[in-house]
């Protein structure tokens, strides 16, 4: 179960903060998914609805969807557990460049490591038909489970990690005491104690893979999801209808998979820490351990430098893997007119979206676990349906709200910012969209912290007269920040 804090009344920091959180959240997401679900009740988009039920097509769609949630879900989040806990229960060389290695695929855009993979080991690979002569077929199912997987893995390795450096080693020096060896530690502390972690992996990265659009359009052939479906209803068959109505079968699975998290973090989560542990964490020591975990580390980082380094290599090529022949022109036509400036905006719209998710999500995580008695759990599952849906589909549900100002009782409450004619060229839409897509990776890593950090650190410094905002800046932050 969530621990909160004990306090009776919300104080004025709090107050101010729901209230905040909550306008955010219905114009950045509410407001804009109305608007989808209002379109999805038109001729085409509800012939897709009913369809869930009677047509093969659709119903194949959906399965399709659901079946690559799930596989990549449980494969990233096991595979992120392998990452983060050879990084914080192993001693080796290389761990903070392995680190950083492991936190490239989140970062870089995933139509690069969707090409590269086919670059590499598709029917014409570079590894593939160059050195083994061998012509797989990667497109499809299991092409994008490779890709994604390898795409989210960091989620749950960042989520993980985090929770491993939190754990008080005291624990498991108790059960050593009591005459434990480190397997059964391991099977009766250390992993219960991160079922909330794994919950919580297990559910960004299901929401994530059904919500991608880039690598289903760009290696997955004939494997139709959701998200690629209704991007093809607006750019193939230019009906909005279609496309709403496909974004509403994607919200189904996503509520489901949140239902199941909720119950198993609110059953296993459990209070281990107070504050900053102290002390040394217990090192792998057995050979086979270390041995699978070095394997596997190793296997995951090769083959992370291997995509990259011919993302890299194919900027100074021609076109690789055909004509390999070195050349500048690539980076002539980057730094140069339109493109330039689209880099341009891109980094500084960035620059601006990524402090302010993260502070978001950081919010919404404290008021979830420490301060809100009712509702809390519909604050968390509204602070996550920015990922729940693919960002196409957002940007849809933009176009049709904020095309004109959002008035009430014809007074302006927020101007137009999607349009020819959008404030600022439309680039406040875009920082909202990067907000409400970007904040649930803080958020669920907020709560996974929150939940095996003591309140009682925080009311200590309520009771010696620190107002709640004091508190939260100066206690909150610094321990769920690691």
Same mark, same amino acid.
């Given at each position: 179960?969530?621990?909160?804090?004990?306090?009776?009344?919300?104080?004025?920091?709090?107050?101010?903060?729901?209230?905040?959180?909550?306008?955010?959240?219905?114009?950045?997401?509410?407001?804009?998914?109305?608007?989808?679900? @209002?379109?999805?009740?038109?001729?085409?988009?509800?012939?897709? @609805?009913?369809?869930?039920?009677?047509?093969?097509?659709?119903?194949?769609?959906?399965?399709?969807?659901?079946?690559?949630?799930?596989?990549? *879900?449980?494969?990233?989040?096991?595979?992120?557990?392998?990452?983060?806990?050879?990084?914080?229960?192993?001693?080796?060389?290389?761990? /903070?460049?392995?680190?950083?290695?492991?936190? @490239?695929?989140?970062?870089?855009?995933?139509?690069?490591?969707?090409?590269? &993979?086919?670059?590499?080991?598709?029917?014409?690979?570079?590894?593939?038909?160059?050195?083994?002569?061998?012509?797989?077929?990667?497109?499809?199912?299991?092409?994008?489970?490779?890709?994604?997987?390898?795409?989210?893995?960091?989620?749950?390795?960042?989520?993980?990690?985090?929770?491993?450096?939190?754990?008080?080693?005291?624990?498991?020096?108790?059960?050593?005491?009591? +005459?434990?060896?480190?397997?059964?530690?391991?099977?009766?502390?250390?992993?219960?104690?991160?079922?909330?972690?794994?919950?919580?992996?297990?559910?960004?990265?299901?929401?994530?893979?059904?919500?991608?659009?880039?690598?289903? &359009?760009?290696?997955?052939?004939?494997?139709?999801?959701?998200?690629?479906?209704?991007?093809?209803?607006?750019?193939?068959?230019?009906?909005?209808?279609?496309?709403? +109505?496909?974004?509403?079968?994607?919200?189904?699975? *996503?509520?489901?998979?949140?239902?199941?998290?909720?119950?198993?973090?609110?059953?296993?989560?459990?209070?281990?820490?107070?504050?900053?542990?102290?002390?040394?964490?217990?090192?792998?020591?057995? /050979?086979?351990?270390?041995?699978?975990?070095?394997?596997?580390?190793?296997?995951?980082?090769?083959? @992370?430098?291997?995509?990259?380094?011919?993302?890299?290599?194919?900027?100074?090529?021609? =076109?690789?893997?055909?004509?390999?022949?070195?050349?500048?022109?690539?980076?002539?036509?980057?730094?140069?007119?339109?493109?330039?400036?689209?880099?341009?905006?891109?980094?500084?719209?960035?620059?601006?979206?990524?402090?302010?998710?993260?502070?978001?999500?950081?919010?919404?995580?404290?008021?979830?676990?420490?301060?809100?008695?009712?509702?809390?759990?519909?604050?968390?599952?509204?602070?996550?349906?920015?990922?729940?849906?693919?960002?196409?589909?957002?940007?849809?549900?933009?176009?049709?709200?904020?095309?004109?100002?959002?008035?009430?009782?014809?007074?302006?409450?927020?101007?137009?910012?999607?349009?020819?004619?959008?404030?600022? +060229?439309?680039?406040?839409?875009?920082?909202?969209?990067?907000?409400?897509?970007?904040?649930?990776?803080?958020?669920?890593? +907020?709560?996974?912290?929150?939940?095996?950090?003591?309140?009682?650190?925080?009311?200590?410094?309520?009771?010696?007269?620190?107002?709640?905002?004091?508190?939260?800046?100066? =206690?909150?932050?610094?321990?769920?920040?690691?």
């Amino acid at each position: 179960m969530s621990v909160k804090a004990s306090g009776a009344k919300y104080d004025i920091f709090t107050k101010i903060a729901l209230a905040l959180v909550i306008f955010i959240i219905g114009f950045l997401i509410i407001l804009p998914l109305i608007n989808i679900l @209002i379109y999805s009740t038109q001729p085409s988009g509800s012939a897709i @609805i009913t369809g869930a039920f009677s047509d093969v097509v659709t119903r194949n769609i959906i399965w399709n969807t659901v079946k690559l949630g799930l596989t990549v *879900a449980a494969l990233g989040t096991v595979l992120g557990f392998i990452m983060a806990y050879a990084q914080a229960r192993l001693e080796f060389r290389g761990k /903070k460049v392995l680190h950083i290695i492991n936190l @490239i695929p989140i970062i870089s855009p995933p139509f690069a490591f969707a090409t590269a &993979i086919i670059v590499l080991f598709g029917r014409s690979g570079m590894i593939t038909r160059g050195v083994f002569d061998w012509r797989p077929t990667l497109y499809g199912f299991p092409g994008l489970v490779l890709v994604l997987t390898l795409s989210f893995f960091p989620i749950a390795y960042m989520n993980l990690l985090g929770m491993l450096r939190s754990l008080d080693p005291a624990l498991d020096e108790a059960g050593s005491s009591l +005459g434990a060896n480190k397997a059964r530690i391991f099977r009766t502390v250390t992993l219960p104690l991160l079922i909330p972690g794994f919950a919580g992996s297990f559910l960004l990265l299901f929401i994530e893979s059904i919500a991608d659009l880039a690598n289903p &359009i760009i290696i997955g052939g004939n494997y139709t999801v959701l998200a690629s479906r209704a991007y093809m209803a607006i750019n193939g068959d230019y009906d909005i209808s279609l496309a709403a +109505g496909y974004s509403s079968l994607l919200l189904l699975p *996503a509520l489901l998979v949140f239902l199941v998290q909720r119950y198993w973090a609110q059953k296993k989560s459990v209070v281990s820490v107070t504050g900053k542990p102290s002390g040394r964490p217990t090192l792998v020591t057995s /050979k086979g351990a270390k041995f699978f975990l070095l394997s596997v580390t190793g296997l995951v980082t090769t083959l @992370i430098v291997m995509v990259y380094a011919t993302v890299i290599l194919g900027a100074f090529v021609k =076109i690789i893997g055909v004509n390999n022949e070195f050349t500048l022109d690539n980076f002539r036509y980057l730094l140069g007119g339109f493109a330039n400036g689209a880099i341009r905006t891109t980094t500084m719209l960035a620059l601006m979206a990524t402090p302010l998710a993260g502070i978001f999500g950081m919010l919404i995580a404290w008021l979830v676990i420490r301060k809100v008695k009712r509702g809390s759990e519909a604050l968390d599952f509204l602070g996550m349906l920015g990922i729940a849906v693919p960002g196409t589909v957002i940007g849809i549900g933009y176009a049709i709200t904020y095309n004109d100002p959002v008035k009430i009782s014809g007074v302006t409450v927020f101007p137009q910012v999607a349009g020819g004619a959008a404030l600022l +060229g439309g680039s406040i839409a875009i920082v909202m969209v990067y907000i409400i897509r970007s904040s649930p990776a803080g958020q669920r890593s +907020g709560i996974s912290m929150l939940q095996q950090i003591d309140p009682s650190i925080e009311e200590a410094s309520a009771s010696l007269g620190a107002p709640g905002g004091k508190t939260f800046r100066l =206690i909150t932050l610094p321990l769920i920040s690691g």
